[in-house]
């Protein structure tokens, strides 16, 4: 929906600039979630075609009674394999590349997913989960590429050039396709 509507206002504003547009297109999403780290690279991909976007899991620090943290995880980055980081984060507790690890439990279910990690009271949990975010999949950096065919050679797009480029081609499309019924009806017109 943000798409169509960033499409629907460059039809009638197509002289908008990038920031006018980001209005309503955000940035990219991804189906598993996540979230996106940097307004500034967003920007950048947006504008040139390429970049590089980092991705972070969603995550949150939660104490309990005992004064032990537990971070939990609600969100993965697009692409990464929740059994293989689950079996990551398992493999540091092991060998105890960081102290304070106590366990990791998958408690996803038919409502999502949830990643349970036990932190020991005399650990600072941020200082795990930012261990965790340089050392596992929980923070990734995923490449944005917007290449497309334009004038039969691939080109790398920025979003305002892609969405132009749509709208090129859909009123083409629609004159095509109303010129094609309205042929058929002429051609229908003895009967």
């Known amino acids: 929906?943000?798409?169509?509507?960033?499409t629907i206002f460059f039809f009638f504003y197509p002289d908008c600039s990038l920031d006018e547009l980001m209005n309503y297109?955000?940035?990219?999403?991804?189906?598993?979630?996540?979230?996106?780290?940097?307004?500034s690279q967003?920007?950048?991909?947006?504008?040139?075609?390429?970049?590089?976007?980092?991705?972070?899991?969603?995550t949150a620090i939660e104490k309990d009674k005992n004064g032990s943290s537990h971070i939990?995880?609600?969100?993965?980055?697009?692409?990464?394999?929740?059994?293989n980081l689950v079996k990551k984060i398992d493999d540091i507790r092991f060998s105890k590349s960081i102290d304070g690890i106590l366990d990791v439990k998958d408690v996803s279910d038919?409502?999502?997913?949830?990643?349970?990690?036990d932190v020991s009271?005399?650990?600072?949990?941020?200082?795990?989960?930012?261990?965790?975010?340089?050392?596992?999949?929980?923070?990734?950096?995923?490449?944005?590429?917007m290449v497309a065919i334009v004038n039969n050679r691939p080109t790398y797009l920025s979003l305002i050039s892609a969405i132009d480029?749509?709208?090129?081609?859909?009123?083409?499309?629609?004159?095509?396709?109303t010129k094609f019924e309205f042929d058929k009806r002429v051609d229908r017109c003895h009967i």
């Open 72 to 83: 939990i995880i609600s969100e993965i980055p697009y692409e990464v394999v929740k059994s």
């Open 110 to 117: 038919r409502n999502g997913l949830k990643i349970i990690i």
């Open 42 to 58: 967003i920007k950048e991909a947006f504008s040139t075609g390429k970049g590089k976007i980092v991705v972070r899991s969603k």
């Open 121 to 145: 009271k005399d650990v600072d949990a941020n200082n795990v989960l930012n261990y965790l975010f340089k050392n596992t999949d929980l923070q990734i950096y995923y490449n944005y590429n």
């Open 1 to 6: 929906s943000e798409v169509i509507d960033g």
């Open 25 to 39: 297109i955000k940035g990219p999403d991804f189906p598993t979630g996540g979230i996106i780290q940097g307004l």
């Open 165 to 177: 480029g749509y709208v090129d081609f859909y009123k083409d499309f629609v004159l095509k396709r």
